[in-house]
């Protein structure tokens, strides 16, 4: 079945730093990979996708690097701060579910950035 | 400015009671979607919805239910609630015709006794 696979878990790094999250999808046919990011008691929200034509997006000091051929996808932080410290999660969309939107979510990175 | 508010923040209900979470988006979007979230286990679907009185089975529907009779609603139900569906609940909503960006709601911590 569809399968998103997330590492680290955790992930711990000095401020200045750089952080790299991976994840692995099963399907080959998926072709849109976001990443979520949610602080401590807030709501996911969206901080950066890519599509499967694209190989590398970047956002000031965020990026996310995608190998078609592997089947993987990166998100990287670069220069990390403190507010940085929070839950990531990878996601892929299903390719099965026409226009429904549905995406598959990999387990989540808890990132803490320390000062 | 896209807004997803949730009927309560915070849920306590007993074991066997019926329960129903509510969400309600403001941006007319066609897909909506109910997860849980649990520490290690990420976002699990539960249920979405793709249109009005339209829905499909996410990865974990067992003891679950759910109705979109409005476009902007969307209701989980859990028929007999039970201890193991003590959790975060999160509704989200997309356009999915022009985005698939999805747009969370606050979330309902339910605790089920």
């Known amino acids: 079945g569809e399968n998103v696979e997330q590492h680290p878990s955790t992930l711990s790094v000095q401020e200045g730093d750089s952080a790299v999250i991976k994840c692995t999808y099963s399907d080959s046919a998926s072709n849109y990979f976001p990443w979520y990011k949610q602080e401590l008691g807030k709501r996911p929200q969206l901080i950066i996708d890519i599509r499967s034509n694209v190989g590398e997006k970047k956002d000031q000091r965020i990026a996310v690097t995608l190998n078609k051929t592997a089947k993987h996808f990166s998100l990287h932080i670069t220069e990390t701060q403190p507010e940085d410290s929070a839950v990531y999660f990878c996601?892929?969309?299903?390719?099965?579910?026409?226009?429904?939107?549905?995406?598959?979510f990999g387990q989540g990175t808890t990132l803490q950035v320390k000062p | 400015d896209v807004k997803v508010t949730q009927s309560s923040r915070y849920l306590v209900k007993r074991t066997g009671e019926k329960v129903f979470l509510e969400c309600v988006q403001d941006m007319d979007h066609e897909n909506m979607f109910w997860y849980r979230q649990d520490p290690g286990l990420g976002l699990r679907l539960i249920y979405f919805?793709?249109?009005?009185?339209?829905?499909e089975k996410g990865d974990i529907p067992e003891g679950y239910s759910v109705s979109r009779e409005k476009k902007e609603r969307f209701s989980l139900i859990l028929e007999s609630a039970s201890t193991n569906q003590t959790s975060m609940y999160l509704c989200?909503?997309?356009?999915?015709?022009?985005?698939?960006?999805?747009?969370f709601g606050p979330g309902t911590r339910l605790t089920v006794t």
């Open positions: 919805s793709y249109d009005v009185k339209m829905k």
């Open positions: 996601a892929a969309l299903s390719p099965y579910s026409g226009n429904t939107g549905k995406l598959i």
């Open positions: 989200a909503s997309s356009s999915g015709l022009l985005s698939y960006e999805q747009y």
